[in-house]
């Protein structure tokens, strides 16, 4: 089976940069990916790694390290609105299978 | 575009009542569809996924049951609710071949009491 270690809590201050990290364990992995969830919503889709190195999207960038078994999600220029939850999934067997992690809680201050 | 929709928002059932959740996908052709299960605060427990028609597959034993009778339509469906239960349900979908990446419906939030 697989399984995700995700710290449960991060705070931060506005304008700030913060990294909220995942370790992993799994067989026949294939990649990384991270979900943002505001409060009562839905997850939404924010990266994907299948290869070692870092992955950039404006303000968000996610890193992965393979022989690790680690990645990261950086945010920088934090603001108001990144306040959600974080969560992690990998993929593995030969179906890819999303198994997520238990997420972490982003909290931003003024 | 694509768009996916789930109903209903919220549900308050009794103990021992049946459960019948629906999913539909638009704007795509044979997706993945699965069905997640969140409890307070915790992460997203994965319930069932199908691949294709009438293809479902369960990863955890419970009293709950799915299915796909359209390309499309994903039913999560219980015939006798448990307290424990209840939790925000979600639907999701991907492209077939694409599974890093799903996108999910609104949810549900049921309450069994």
């Known amino acids: 089976g697989q399984s995700l270690e995700q710290p449960s809590e991060v705070t931060a201050v506005e304008g700030a940069i913060v990294q909220m990290n995942c370790t992993y364990q799994t067989s026949g992995f294939y990649g990384l990916s991270w979900y943002q969830q505001h409060d009562g919503g839905a997850p939404t889709f924010l990266s994907y790694?299948?290869?070692?190195g870092l992955e950039e999207t404006g303000r968000f960038s996610s890193f992965l390290s393979r022989s690790d078994s680690y990645g990261y999600l950086l945010l920088q220029e934090l603001q108001m609105k990144d306040s959600a939850s974080y969560f992690c999934?990998?993929?593995?067997?030969?179906?890819?299978?999303?198994?997520f992690g238990r997420g972490t809680s982003l909290i931003v201050h003024p | 575009s694509q768009t996916i929709h789930q109903w209903p928002a919220t549900l308050v059932q009794p103990v021992g009542s049946p459960l019948s959740l629906e999913c539909t996908v638009e704007g795509t052709s044979n997706p993945n569809l699965y069905w997640y299960r969140q409890a307070a605060g915790r992460g997203l427990q994965l319930l069932f996924y199908s691949v294709g028609i009438g293809q479902i597959s369960s990863e955890v034993p419970q009293n709950l049951s799915a299915s796909r009778p359209q390309d499309r339509q994903f039913i999560l469906s219980s015939k006798k609710l448990l307290l424990s239960d209840s939790g925000f349900y979600l639907c999701?979908?991907?492209?077939?071949?694409?599974?890093?990446?799903?996108?999910f419906g609104s949810g549900t939030q049921l309450s069994v009491l």
């Open positions: 790694n299948a290869l070692d």
């Open positions: 999934a990998v993929g593995s067997g030969g179906s890819y299978i999303p198994t």
């Open positions: 999701a979908w991907s492209m077939n071949g694409g599974n890093e990446k799903l996108f």
